[in-house]
């Protein structure tokens, strides 16, 4: 597989550049915003990390090529709309949706983004940081733009980094009230969760690089035996199930996700459609 280095500038702008109607229709899509996109010039993200706006919160966009990863930070200045801190499960399946677009609109032909991931962060510069971007990494801007407004540096395209950043849980002292009783402090909200929390995204940053099996099931059905071993080169079997219905993604036997078949060039993939809790998903890939 092709590999994603500073050397493919060039080549990744060209990409951008050659659908950035649909980088930008995927981003309005999700966020139901209105903006138009342009390319701005890239530059080496050890400068371009220093912009005020990758200190405050946003969403991160990644996916690898080969051995290294893609970054894709959208600051919450943009402005993003207000959900994207605490999405739902709907709006988690549309960040997941922008994500698995972005990994086929932002790369040249002959380049697969695999493994997409779509989260909010409060931190961009701090999450970004943590996927470990190589001391060469090119930082390429996309202007957004409202109808007669002005372009503004609000999305940035980073390559290469080490592997995908982690989601983490964005809790700070400061913002997290403790409640009092005669007995003296107790936890605060929230905070039982969190050592879970950063525990399983402990679990998941060793397992990382390991590969899943994953099952797509089209239909099932029960026949009888003496039907089975009369099966032979032009049998056709017949399913109840639709061919409008959703197929079904498992991991471990288990149901992970919801998606409908599509072409990829010249291979059959799965655009996902429904995606479970964060929980169900969580149990599913750490399942034994």
């Known amino acids: 597989m092709p590999e994603l280095t500073t050397a493919n500038i060039e080549q990744v702008r ?50 690898t090529v080969g051995r290294s990863a893609l970054l894709c930070a959208v600051s919450a200045a943009l402005p ?16 997941e949706a922008l994500a698995v677009e972005w990994s086929r609109h932002c790369l040249p032909e002959g380049m697969a983004g695999e493994n997409p991931v779509s989260f909010s962060v409060g931190h961009l510069r701090d ?5 470990q ?10 202007l957004a733009a409202r109808e007669k407004g002005s372009p503004v540096e609000k999305i940035w395209l980073i390559w290469p980094a080490r592997h995908i950043p982690a989601a983490e849980p964005d809790v700070t002292p400061a913002a997290i009230p403790v409640q009092k009783s005669a007995a003296g402090p107790t936890v605060a909200p929230g ?49 109840e199930k639709s061919c409008e219905d959703l197929l079904d993604l498992y991991v471990n036997n288990r149901l992970y996700c919801r998606g409908e078949a599509v072409k990829i060039g010249e291979k059959f993939g799965i655009k996902i459609c429904e995606v479970g809790s964060v929980e169900q998903r969580m149990s599913a890939v750490l399942a034994e």
């Open 14 to 63: 060209e990409a951008c550049r050659s659908k950035l109607e649909a980088i930008g229709q995927s981003l309005n899509r999700c966020f139901d915003t209105s903006f138009g996109l342009s390319l701005g010039e890239p530059q080496a993200y050890a400068a371009a990390s220093a912009l005020p706006d990758l200190a405050g919160s946003g969403v991160v966009v990644a996916f």
């Open 191 to 239: 905070m039982s969760e969190f050592p879970s929390a950063r525990r399983r995204n402990t679990v998941l940053d060793r397992l990382r690089p390991l590969p899943v099996p994953v099952i797509v099931k089209l239909a099932e059905k029960k026949i009888e035996l003496g039907q089975l071993l009369a099966i032979g080169p032009g049998a056709i079997i017949t399913f």
């Open 133 to 142: 971007p190589l001391e060469e990494a090119i930082c390429l801007p996309l």
């Open 127 to 131: 999450c970004l940081a943590s996927a």
């Open 80 to 95: 993003l709309p207000e959900w994207h801190s605490q999405p739902d499960s709907q709006q988690i399946s549309r960040l």
